[in-house]
Nanobody, 121 residues
Framework: QVQLVESGGGLVQPGGSLRLSCAAS????????MGWYRQAPGKQREFVAS???????NYADSVKGRFTISRDNAKNTVYLQMNSLKPEDTAVYYC???????????????WGQGTQVTVSS
């Protein structure tokens, strides 16, 4: 079993900043990637950022230059630093981890519970 617990969401004014955190735990053998998706009301879930282990980070065009993804591999934790927030960033943010376990040698995506980010005056 793999569990991902998110924190850091909240209400922030336009132009403000938030830092999301997501910690993975469980029977983890190796994490191949961690990242973030988001879903706004009435919209499809969309990719935000990814951090492949040993690879280059990737960002959606809508957040590039404003958001920064980082990881603490020793803690199996991924962060999303969100700066210059806009109202259109309002969404539930979900972290994921692409994980190899003893039960699943083929990497499998696990998801956090989601954390609400609201950008409003």
């Amino acid at each position: 079993q793999v569990q991902l617990v998110e924190s850091g969401g909240g209400l922030v004014q336009p132009g403000g900043s938030l830092r999301l955190s997501c910690a993975a735990s469980g029977s983890i053998f190796s994490i191949f990637a961690m990242g973030w998706y988001r879903q706004a009301p009435g919209k499809q879930r969309e990719f935000v950022a990814s951090s492949p282990t040993g690879g280059v980070t990737n960002y959606a065009d809508s957040v590039k230059g404003r958001f920064t993804i980082s990881r603490d591999n020793a803690k199996n934790t991924v962060y999303l630093q969100m700066n210059s927030l806009k109202p259109e960033d309002t969404a539930v943010y979900y972290c994921y981890a692409d994980v190899q376990t003893a039960a699943r040698l083929v990497p499998y995506d696990y998801w956090g519970q989601g954390t609400q980010v609201t950008v409003s005056s």
